[in-house]
């Protein structure tokens, strides 16, 4: 059984940034597609960025310019450097691995918000 692990969410101020992490202890990066997803409350989760086979990299239109996602395979982490936060990134973000079409794992998520 997989288990990711995020951390890194917090309470930011608005041009702020933070780093979220994934601890994805025995997924194999160059067979899989890491992402991070976000959900709003009211709002359906929301692919903000992957990373697939950890060189191709995917974007929402609404982070591109301003978040990075990336990995360190030494360390079977993925992380989120999100800069120039805005009050509309506040939400819950998922870590997700996707191993294939049928097999997909989830984190519990970390809260972050961006408030003055």
């Known amino acids: 059984q997989v288990r990711l692990v995020e951390s890194g969410g917090g309470l930011v101020q608005p041009g702020g940034s933070l780093r979220l992490s994934c601890a994805a202890p025995?997924?194999?990066?160059?067979?899989?597609?890491m992402g991070w997803y976000r959900q709003a409350p009211g709002k359906e989760r929301e692919l903000v960025a992957d990373i697939t086979s950890g060189i191709s990299t995917k974007y929402a239109d609404s982070v591109k310019g301003r978040f990075t996602i990336s990995i360190d395979r030494a360390k079977n982490t993925v992380y989120l450097q999100m800069n120039s936060l805005k009050p509309e990134d506040t939400a819950v973000y998922y870590c997700?691995?996707?191993?294939?079409?049928?097999?997909?794992?989830w984190g519990q998520g970390t809260q972050v918000t961006i408030s003055s």
């Open positions: 997700n691995a996707a191993l294939n079409f049928w097999t997909k794992y």
């Open positions: 025995g997924i194999i990066f160059s067979t899989s597609t």
